[in-house]
């Protein structure tokens, strides 16, 4: 099965700042989400994108999904020190909705 | 709703018991995912469930491994016996068909 690839593997950034991770796939997909993880919690979803879809928003998350290129990305907008977290990308793809998961970004957003 | 429900939150055993972990899914959901996450390894797929009816168990690592649906409320993954290389956080998610998953809390294993 096949696995996103977030990209870098750690940001650390300065409250306010702008923060964006990728996330690269191989083959085609269904739909790409994305997930946060706080330190010692279960993952919690953000935004789900369907693969003819481009761009979604959810208050100061931002996704674009580009199928040309197999990739994706998560723009934060005016982040804050709540914001730290890892964050992944999980893709469906073939005739399976379950999703696959990456190995995630470590998001620090210094006060 | 009270979200995904897991038990205990953290379990230490020595090597060679039996491990008995416990979800219970959000109501309505009928799709519910075992995952283990280790640091070297990631977030791993055990096995997942449709309707309380295992459907790909292929990540399951090997035959000390077993996970049962007996009800819509109710799943257990169970280790016997328990080794060192087992510890890790096992999480369960339920969900419904094509949309996202919602996860439990965790389960932090530790196998001395």
């Known amino acids: 099965s096949q696995q996103g690839e977030e990209d870098p593997q750690a940001l650390s950034i300065q409250e306010g700042e702008n923060a964006t991770m990728n996330c690269s796939y191989k083959t085609s997909i269904n739909n790409l989400q994305w997930y946060r993880q706080n330190s010692g919690r279960g993952l919690v979803h953000l935004i789900l994108?369907?693969?003819?879809?481009r761009e979604k928003h959810s208050g100061r998350l931002r996704v674009t999904l580009d199928t040309s290129k197999k990739s994706s990305s998560l723009l934060i907008t005016a982040s804050r020190a709540a914001d730290t977290a890892s964050y992944f990308c999980a893709t469906a793809s073939g005739g399976s909705y379950i999703p696959t998961f990456g190995r995630g970004t470590s998001l620090i957003v210094h006060p | 709703d009270a979200g995904v429900i897991q038990s205990p939150r953290h379990e230490v055993t020595e090597m060679g018991q039996e491990v008995t972990l416990r979800c219970k899914p959000i109501s309505g959901h009928n799709s519910l995912f075992w995952y283990r996450q280790t640091m070297m390894r990631g977030l791993e797929l055990l096995i997942y469930?449709?309707?309380?009816?295992?459907?790909?168990d292929s990540g399951m690592p090997e035959d000390r491994f077993s996970a049962k649906m007996p009800n819509a409320s109710f799943s257990t993954l169970k280790i016997q016996p328990s080794e060192p290389r087992d510890s890790a956080v096992y999480f369960c998610a339920s969900s419904l068909p094509l949309y996202e998953q919602y996860f439990g809390p965790g389960t932090r294993l530790t196998v001395t």
């Open positions: 994108i369907r693969s003819n879809e």
């Open positions: 469930f449709n309707n309380n009816v295992p459907i790909d």
